[in-house]
């Protein structure tokens, strides 16, 4: 058997943030993006013999390249596209976005309006996706107040939605000092009154500092789970209809709603 026609692929692993995609999406096309893909580096990933891999540091010079080249040659709403893609949870979409990004700068700015195409139709699925669970959690954040008179509101979204939501409550809590924190990748969107926001990955210590509510905080939650108990109407109970209002992986960190059972 001749296995001389066997291309080897070369993958370009590479930090889960839009800045190493774009790093590695870089380099690869640099390399050559027929015989190249690009991939975000996880213990999870398979490893195949038919491929060669190159961890790809990130480089915000080489991120930034990329991200003027997108808007220059395409336009701002496709580059948004192709950022709320890189904020999904899908394993596959540093791939996705490289494989579209490659069809897209030889079609030019129409290519969003190509939904028959496979590559179209994956980013613009994914950025609906992305979209309605933002929205969700506009509607579902809650705060609660610590001791340090700090508001913090816990969430944990499939995708990371932080970046996407974090401007509405700046807008709205201006003059607060607030933290929005995804549990699930102890990452946070940080608001100091009245400056902007900026983002971080936080520590198991500074994550043990959340823990502690002010004494108005705990009085208005028993106060809160007091009359939520009183006004229930057990016959009215309804929990299909409860959970279709408001399903249960948005419960997780609101308080009242984890008191089961009332509509």
Not at 133 to 161: C, D, G, Q, Y
Request: net charge negative; glycine share 2%; aromatic share 14%.
């Amino acid at each position: 058997m001749n296995n001389t026609n066997i291309t080897n692929k070369t993958i370009y692993l590479c930090d889960d943030t839009i800045e190493g995609i774009f790093t590695a999406i870089y380099k690869a096309w640099d390399n050559n993006p027929k015989t190249t893909d690009v991939r975000i580096r996880s213990s999870s990933s398979s490893l195949s013999f038919f491929e060669s891999y190159v961890e790809t540091d990130t480089d915000y010079e080489l991120a930034l390249k990329v991200h003027n080249t997108i808007i220059r040659k395409l336009s701002w709403d496709i580059y948004f596209y192709i950022y709320r893609t890189a904020l999904s949870y899908e394993e596959e979409r540093a791939s996705y976005i490289y494989s579209f990004l490659k069809k897209a700068f030889k079609t030019g700015p129409a290519i969003i309006n190509m939904l028959h195409d496979d590559d179209v139709l994956k980013i613009f699925n994914i950025d609906k996706q992305v979209g309605r669970e933002s929205h969700s959690f506009l509607e579902f954040v809650r705060f609660e107040e610590l001791a340090n008179s700090v508001l913090v509101s816990r969430i944990e979204p499939k995708s990371n939605i932080i970046p996407l939501i974090s401007e509405h409550f700046a807008d709205r809590l201006h003059c607060e000092n607030w933290i929005i924190l995804d549990t699930g990748r102890n990452f946070a969107a940080i608001h100091e009154a009245s400056k902007p926001v900026f983002f971080s990955y936080l520590t198991e210590s500074e994550l043990a500092n959340f823990s502690v509510l002010s004494d108005t905080e705990k009085g208005f939650q028993n106060l809160w789970k007091t009359f939520f108990d009183t006004i229930a109407i057990k016959e009215r109970c309804n929990p299909k209809l409860q959970q279709s209002n408001m399903p249960l992986r948005y419960r997780k960190y609101m308080k009242a709603e984890n008191n089961p059972g009332h509509v």
